[in-house]
C-alpha cells in the first residue's frame, strides 16, 4: 500500500485538505492487521544544523471515513528509507520520531499540529507516519472497520530564533601600538540566558571576561570563545580583534665609516 496525493488540480478530492489548498497527502496509521502503515518521505530543501531548535508544522486531519486515532509522528534522517531494504521485513517503521501527537490526544477534525525539536545536524529528510504498533496506538473503536487514515497539508519546518541571542563585542585599546607597548583586550558579552563561560583561543592561558593586557611583537588577531545556555542547551559563539603593531622603518647601514659633520 502507498500514501494517497489529493490534488484538486488534476481532479483530487479538495475536501479531503484543511483549507482551499489544492492538494495534500493521505496515508493509513492503522489497519488492525500487523502493524500495517503507510509513511511519507521527502528531501528537505536544506540540511538541518546541529544545536538548533525547530518548530515542525502541518495541518491535519482524520479523513476517509477512518476512525479518529493518535498515530502521527515526524522523523528526521539523513537518507530516504526502503521499507523492503531498509526495515528487516517488517511491516512499518519503528524509528523513534523527534516530534509525535501525545499519546491518547486523538485527531479528527481539522487541528495545527505544531511541536519543536532539537536537531543532531545533518539531517536532510523527513518522514512522516504513525511509528507506534497498533498494540500503542490509541483509536476509536465501533462501526464496520477500524481504521486510521490522516490528511495532511501545508508541513513547514522552520528554525526557532533565540528569544535573547548571545551579543559579543571585543575591542583593545589603542588597536594600534608601537613596537614594546601594551594594549588592553575588553570582553563584553550580553543575551543568551546568563552562564557564561570564556575560552580565550589567543592569548591562550588567559581566564575569564578579562580585561587582557598584550604586547604583540607584531600585528595579532585576538579570539574569545564565550558559551552560554539556549534553546537546545549549550551553545558558543567567538569574536576577534586586531591590534596592529608599528615597529617604524628598518634601517639598514653598509660600509664601515660614518660620517660627522
Not at 484543511?18 to 503507510?38: A, L, M, N, P, W
Not at 594594549?183 to 575560552?199: E, R, W
Request: net charge neutral.
Amino acid at each position: 500500500i502507498t500514501p494517497d496525493n489529493f490534488n484538486s488540480g488534476c481532479g483530487g478530492n479538495s475536501t479531503f485538505t484543511c483549507d482551499q489548498s489544492k492538494g495534500s497527502v493521505g496515508f493509513y496509521t492503522y489497519t488492525g492487521s500487523g502493524d500495517i502503515r503507510e509513511h511519507v518521505q521527502a528531501k528537505l530543501l536544506a540540511p538541518l544544523k546541529a544545536g538548533k531548535k525547530y518548530c515542525v508544522e502541518m495541518d491535519v486531519k482524520n479523513g476517509g471515513g477512518a476512525k479518529p486515532c493518535d498515530g502521527l509522528g515526524v522523523y528526521f534522517s539523513n537518507k530516504i528509507y526502503d521499507l523492503d531494504k531498509d526495515n528487516g521485513g517488517n511491516s512499518f517503521f519503528a524509528f523513534t520520531p523527534q516530534v509525535e501527537q501525545p499519546k491518547g490526544v486523538k485527531i479528527d477534525a481539522c487541528t495545527k499540529f505544531s511541536q519543536s525539536f532539537c536537531a543532531k545536524g545533518g539531517e536532510t529528510c523527513i518522514m512522516i507516519g504513525n511509528f507506534r504498533t497498533d498494540a500503542n496506538t490509541t483509536i476509536e473503536s465501533g462501526g464496520f472497520a477500524t481504521m486510521g487514515y490522516l490528511v495532511i497539508d501545508n508541513v513547514s519546518i522552520r528554525e526557532v530564533c533565540e528569544p535573547n541571542p548571545l551579543q559579543l563585542s571585543l575591542t583593545a585599546s589603542p588597536a594600534a601600538i608601537m613596537c614594546g607597548n601594551s594594549s588592553t583586550l575588553t570582553l563584553t558579552a550580553t543575551g543568551g540566558n546568563g552562564g557564561y563561560t570564556y575560552l580565550w583561543l589567543n592569548p591562550s592561558g588567559s581566564s575569564g571576561q578579562g580585561p587582557v593586557t598584550v604586547t604583540p611583537a607584531t600585528t595579532t588577531t585576538y579570539s574569545v570563545a564565550v558559551t552560554t545556555n539556549g534553546n537546545c542547551g549549550k551553545y558558543t559563539d567567538t569574536v576577534k580583534v586586531t591590534v596592529n603593531v608599528d615597529c617604524g622603518p628598518v634601517v639598514t647601514a653598509t660600509g664601515s665609516t660614518i660620517c660627522k659633520d
